[in-house]
């Protein structure tokens, strides 16, 4: 079975599970657009591949709703045409249809003859105490069956204790990192999302064999690009786990363990 995994750009990933396919955080606004929310934030660079580009999408694994560079118009346009919206429980009560979870609470996916399970992990889009401001965040755990490892989508967090449980409950293949250490100066002196120490301190927590970073690029409010990325992963002994996904070009992850193979 051929599982494919294609990087449109922010948050927004692609995947091909044998008849199944999923899409992460849609984000498909071009560049140049600006948001209002909560300050303006603006997008630097076009998605990879556009909205009416995409195949069908039976799954959206949607981290939260509340932030434009996870869900912006084009994204939000779209999941009126998707088979199911995975969510938090709070944005299942904004987005028609959707099913929320909470951290640690699964579902059962399907495409064609494909099933999955999804169980939601925890996740916190900020310092302690953020969640009344920033709203909830979860990440996701994807199981196929079949696999000896799973695959592992952080969702928007910053690092703190809460996360190491997720490398004791699932064996981790391949990781999706949300990094960049997004910041907005507006709104305080603090990161919303993983930067590349705390990045690379949860790989060693997931103990996941590869690691693609997502999340890093195409807005203002990203403050860590590529080269520094690599440097502080190979400063933690873990470059060799590091893999950087060329956008709009699907890769191929290798079955049963879901590492990426190139």
Known sequence: ?????????????????????????????PAGTVYDYPVPVRRTKDPAVGA???????????????????LDHAGR???????????????????????????????????????????????RHGPEGIEPFAGDVIGFVLEIPGASAALYVSGDTVYYDELDRIGERFTIGTAFLHLGDARVPALGDFSFTLDSSEG??????????????????????????????????????????LHWLPPGEPYRLAWPSLNVSG
């Open 52 to 70: 009416a580009d995409l195949p069908p999408v039976d799954v959206v694994l949607l981290s939260h709703d509340q932030h434009p560079d996870n």
């Open 1 to 29: 079975m051929d599982v494919t995994a294609t990087y449109i750009g922010t948050a927004t990933v692609l995947l091909r599970i044998g008849d199944l396919t999923v899409l992460t955080d849609p984000a498909l606004d």
């Open 200 to 241: 690379a301190r949860l790989a060693r927590s997931l103990d996941a064999a590869t690691v693609v970073p997502v999340h890093f690029d195409s807005w203002e409010h990203f403050n860590e690009d590529p080269g520094r990325i690599s440097g502080t992963f190979a400063d933690a002994g873990l470059a060799d786990r």
């Open 77 to 123: 346009a779209l999941l009126a045409s998707t088979g199911t919206v995975i969510t938090t429980g709070s944005g299942a009560t904004r987005i028609p249809g959707a099913v929320g979870l909470d951290p640690w609470q699964s579902c059962e996916l399907s495409g064609g003859r494909q099933t999955a399970r999804v169980t939601a992990t925890p996740a």
